[in-house]
């Protein structure tokens, strides 16, 4: 079963500075991989997706993430951290007939 | 352009009342999806329709759940005799592609229910 992982419960970091939020996979196949953000009171909304290609994804907001096949590893990064990208993320796993299958979530606490 | 749309936001029921939940899908959209997100957790899927038909229903609790898409477009959940269990943010989405299709879902901003 396809099954995604985010270790961290919460990820602080300063405005200004580098964020990594973590996700690891396991799939059977091919994976095909999500990070959706949630934001109080408010559906996911998509940030970006690995199908195919090159491990490096670049997404919306000047989110990235970084696809390691040997490492079974799909983390979300940002060159520089906003107060505003304070926010729920949750990494996700494509199943058979195109449903997600989500991660616990991580909150993302920027501080000014 | 317009987004997924869910009513009600809120929805309060007593124990044992039936309840109906609606999501207008983006125009044109020809997979939709319901997800259950309990407090603190991540959305877990219930169920999915690719146009009117309703493909995947293995992630219904129980057979008190029911939801239909019968003209393709606008799709409703029901929950029939609510349990305290049952309170959660129901997430809808919809998404271009059919079943083989890689592209990215759209959320709506759900509706949280709540069982007294």
């Known amino acids: 079963a396809q099954s995604v992982a985010q270790p961290e419960d919460q990820v602080n970091v300063a405005e200004g500075n580098p964020l990594t939020v973590k996700c690891t996979y396991s799939v059977s196949g091919n994976p095909y991989l999500f990070w959706y953000v949630q934001y109080p009171n408010r559906g996911l909304q998509f940030l970006l997706k690995y199908i195919t290609g090159d491990n490096l994804v670049k997404g919306s907001y000047g989110f990235e993430a970084e696809f390691n096949k040997s490492q079974t590893s799909f983390h979300l990064k940002k060159p520089s951290a906003l107060v505003s990208d304070s926010a729920l993320y949750f990494c996700?796993?494509?199943?058979?007939?195109?449903?997600?299958?989500f991660g616990t979530g991580t909150l993302l606490a920027v501080q000014p | 352009g317009a987004g997924v749309s869910q009513s009600p936001r809120y929805k309060v029921a007593k124990r044992g009342q039936d309840v109906a939940l609606r999501c207008d899908p983006i125009s044109g959209h020809v997979s939709l999806f319901w997800y259950q997100q309990a407090l603190g957790q991540g959305p877990e899927f219930l169920t999915y329709?690719?146009?009117?038909?309703?493909?995947?229903k293995s992630g219904l609790p129980s057979d008190r759940f029911f939801a239909e898409r019968p003209e393709g477009s606008v799709s409703t959940l029901k929950i029939q005799r609510t349990q305290q269990e049952d309170s959660a943010v129901y997430l809808c989405?919809?998404?271009?592609?059919?079943?083989?299709?890689?592209?990215?879902?759209?959320f709506g901003p759900g509706t949280r229910l709540t069982v007294l």
């Open positions: 329709f690719q146009n009117e038909a309703q493909l995947d």
């Open positions: 996700a796993v494509r199943d058979r007939g195109n449903k997600l299958i």
């Open positions: 989405a919809s998404g271009r592609g059919g079943a083989l299709s890689y592209n990215e879902q759209f």
